[in-house]
């Protein structure tokens, strides 16, 4: 019997979700106190499009001597170009994550609606394939 998306994403009300003016520190304290590796920016209130800030994009923040508290996480988040859809089967998340270098989908319907995240960790952890 298939996993689905649906049955192991992290669900829209427990998500973190900031604005583009929050400071990378408030990004970094968020990530270390709830021991996760990403954070959906919304890019604007009107649109649909998010912004994923990730620990990858942390460390090259990190990376360019500026203060964490001056420097906001807008500027070094990237677009989410990639999406998944709550009908998936992790088979085919998996397959979305590694032809397109990503570790993170921001799950929506039909209408685009954000429902919430699936990461790689969540396939690993959670969808087992019984090979290997």
Same mark, same amino acid.
């Given at each position: /019997?298939?996993?689905?998306?649906?049955?192991?994403?992290?669900?829209? @009300?427990?998500?973190?979700?900031?604005?583009?003016? !929050?400071t990378?520190?408030?990004?970094? $304290?968020i990530?270390r @106190?709830?021991?996760?590796?990403?954070?959906?920016?919304?890019?604007?209130?009107?649109?649909?499009? &998010?912004?994923?800030?990730? @620990?990858? !994009?942390?460390? #090259?923040?990190?990376?360019? !001597?500026?203060?964490?508290s001056?420097?906001?996480?807008?500027? &070094? #988040?990237? /677009?989410? =170009?990639?999406?998944? $859809?709550?009908? &998936? =089967?992790?088979e085919?998340?998996?397959?979305? /994550?590694?032809?397109?270098?990503?570790?993170?989908?921001p799950?929506?319907?039909? #209408?685009f609606?954000?429902?919430?995240?699936i990461?790689?960790?969540?396939?690993?952890? $959670?969808c087992r394939?019984?090979?290997?």
């Amino acid at each position: /019997m298939p996993t689905y998306v649906r049955d192991i994403m992290t669900p829209y @009300d427990e998500l973190v979700i900031l604005n583009p003016n !929050d400071t990378i520190e408030k990004a970094h $304290k968020i990530m270390r @106190d709830r021991n996760i590796h990403s954070v959906l920016v919304k890019k604007a209130k009107s649109s649909l499009f &998010w912004l994923i800030f990730t @620990d990858t !994009d942390l460390l #090259a923040a990190q990376s360019s !001597d500026e203060d964490e508290s001056s420097v906001f996480v807008g500027d &070094w #988040a990237n /677009m989410a =170009t990639k999406i998944a $859809k709550p009908e &998936w =089967t992790c088979e085919k998340a998996r397959e979305v /994550m590694l032809s397109n270098g990503v570790k993170h989908l921001p799950v929506m319907d039909d #209408a685009f609606q954000l429902l919430g995240i699936i990461s790689s960790k969540d396939v690993i952890e $959670k969808c087992r394939s019984g090979r290997i």
